[in-house]
């Protein structure tokens, strides 16, 4: 959010209107995909039930549509129908206030705002019992899903104030001595997470490196930061979105079909299945987008 409009000049609109612009242009983006992951979702759902001799009622298919509204947690299956959803719903949530204070006055959010929201929310969510906590449990009337959104939103924007200085001070002089720190970074980073001994407080503690790594990897100052300004990146970009947004319907699938098989079978079946799911999530959102088109051309 802030690398896309840090380049921009001052626009004519307030900066109300530019953040609502901004977040409804996210959510038409996100809202095909989105719909038709959900879809896909709910019919393997219904057969299920089907399948289970459950019986199944029309009429229950209106407790679908607070669920298609991106609220998570909600009617129809309370957890993994759309649990996708939680993680959009509050990030488009939280951009449109932090995008309004990022249009109202850019240098006091990022120097100011900004730092001060990642380390409260960081501190607030390290001290937590359980570290991890739930993204539908509430905590006062904040969920823990819109809590996380602006810890990571907050320390996105710090991490590309790093960047920007690097950009700008270092440029390929400090080339090695970055890709050296980035390698150490990110080495710590993984060797903490996925160790067998890992634990909520170890792995929270090593977030604090995580935008130093993400600032040295965009700055281009380091080697490594090529890989991640490679064109096929951009190409990948739906097919990460497609598995993100099916593999739960994977899991349910996998759930339904094999429980109480080892853990690598259940993980090799979700892979298959996540991989065989994503071509028919393209089918359908090419379809609904036809069907949007022939409806908008009828009207």
């Known amino acids: 959010m802030v690398n896309s409009q840090a380049g921009q000049s001052e626009e ?17 983006a996100l809202l095909n995909p989105y719909l038709s992951a959900l879809f896909l979702h709910f019919v393997v759902f219904c057969f299920f039930i089907l399948i289970h001799g459950e019986r199944f009622f029309w009429v229950d298919v ?12 909600t009617a129809l299956d309370s957890f993994l129908l759309n649990s996708p959803a939680w993680y959009i719903s ?6 449109l206030p932090f995008c309004y204070l990022l249009k109202k006055d850019k240098d006091s959010y990022i120097d100011i705002y900004m730092p001060l929201t990642a380390i409260i929310s960081y501190v607030w969510c390290f001290q937590r019992e359980n570290h991890y906590f739930l993204f539908y449990e509430y905590h006062g009337i904040l969920s823990a899903g819109i809590i996380f959104s602006i810890m990571g939103l ?20 400090c ?12 080495g710590i980073i993984f ?8 634990t909520a407080e170890s792995a929270y503690s090593v977030m604090l490196l995580l935008p130093i790594a993400a600032a040295l990897s965009f700055s281009e100052v380091s080697y490594l930061s090529a890989l991640f300004r490679a064109k096929i990146f951009r190409h990948l ?3 990460s979105l497609a598995v993100y947004l099916n593999h739960i319907c994977a899991w349910r699938i996998v759930n339904e079909l094999y429980l109480g098989r080892s853990y690598r079978f259940c993980l090799f079946a979700m892979i298959v299945f996540t991989a065989a799911i994503c071509p028919v999530y393209f089918l359908t959102m ?3 987008h036809w069907f949007w088109n022939w409806l908008k051309s009828r009207c």
């Open 154 to 173: 907050s320390f996105g924007a710090v991490s590309w104030y790093i960047s920007d200085r690097l950009r700008k001070h270092c440029g390929k002089r």
């Open 191 to 198: 060797a903490v997470w996925f160790s067998p001994r890992c």
């Open 12 to 28: 004519l609109v307030s900066p109300a209107v530019a953040a609502s612009e901004y977040v409804t242009k996210r959510l038409k």
């Open 62 to 73: 209106v407790r679908i549509i607070p669920q298609m509204l991106f609220l998570s947690s």
């Open 90 to 95: 509050a990030m488009l949530i939280v951009m």
């Open 175 to 186: 080339r090695n001595i970055a890709t050296a720190a980035e390698l150490i970074l990110y």
């Open 237 to 239: 970009a739906p097919v």
């Open 286 to 288: 090419r379809f609904f």
